[in-house]
T-cell receptor
Framework: GAVVSQHPSWVICKSGTSVKIECRSLDFQATTMFWYRQFPKQSLMLMATSNEGSKATYEQGVEKDKFLINHASLTLSTLTVTSAHPEDSSFYIC??????????????FGPGTRLTVL | GQNIDQPTEMTATEGAIVQINCTYQTSGFNGLFWYQQHAGEAPTFLSYNVLDGLEEKGRFSSFLSRSKGYSYLLLKELQMKDSASYLCAVDDSNYQLIWGAGTKLIIKP
């Protein structure tokens, strides 16, 4: 159980285009979903936290107008990188966790999406 | 501020034992997690500690001392496939996960 999927697993796009990444919890309802970015040989960097039906909370330095997050249901969150540029090329990873008995269990990670902007 | 410290890199020999330490200073504590991340892949969950003591799971064990703000991950009978980064993360009082920078573990034959 506790599987999180991401689609696409990799994408190559031209500079200036927008890219949408989907994150789904397949066998559980996620109270909260997270979006991370990871550059080569660096640690995970949290971009934003989203709760179903409410606006995402962005970390400092992350442009909310550039990285649009929609969390329309308890099983789906999307990240749209608008007007992508080469510096946005990175490994984007989503994760989900659920509140059970007033305790959050571990975050379950999707397999990641590798974005390359030409 | 909130801070999690772990060594940047460690090297160990196949078949040996290695201990990866993690110290934390956070606003509140609701549990500590260890994740494994292979290069180019997403992290996978290894262990969770919320009470003091040792949690054992196969070749991997994790220890927590809340009074010292300290945890370690112990890996026994090291295998080449254990070469990866190991991430320590702490849930603060708001259940926000604070991540360490990760420890890159290199296993040599």
């Amino acid at each position: 159980g506790a599987v999180v999927s991401q689609h696409p697993s990799w994408v190559i796009c031209k500079s200036g285009t927008s890219v949408k990444i989907e994150c789904r919890s397949l066998d559980f309802q996620a109270t909260t979903m997270f979006w991370y970015r990871q550059f080569p040989k660096q640690s995970l960097m949290l971009m934003a936290t989203s709760n179903e039906g409410s606006k995402a909370t962005y970390e400092q330095g992350v442009e909310k107008d550039k990285f649009l997050i929609n969390h329309a249901s308890l099983t789906l969150s999307t990240l749209t990188v608008t007007s992508a540029h080469p510096e946005d090329s990175s490994f984007y990873i989503c994760s989900a966790r659920v509140l059970a008995d007033n305790v959050y269990n571990e975050q379950f990670f999707g397999p990641g999406t590798r974005l390359t902007v030409l | 501020g909130q801070n999690i410290d772990q060594p940047t890199e460690m090297t160990a020999t196949e078949g040996a034992i290695v201990q990866i330490n993690c110290t934390y200073q956070t606003s509140g504590f609701n549990g500590l997690f260890w994740y494994q991340q292979h290069a180019g892949e997403a992290p996978t969950f290894l262990s969770y500690n919320v009470l003091d003591g040792l949690e054992e799971k196969g070749r991997f064990s994790s220890f927590l001392s809340r009074s010292k703000g300290y945890s370690y991950l112990l890996l026994k009978e090291l295998q080449m496939k254990d070469s990866a980064s190991y991430l320590c993360a702490v849930d603060d009082s708001n259940y926000q996960l604070i991540w360490g920078a990760g420890t890159k573990l290199i296993i040599k034959p």
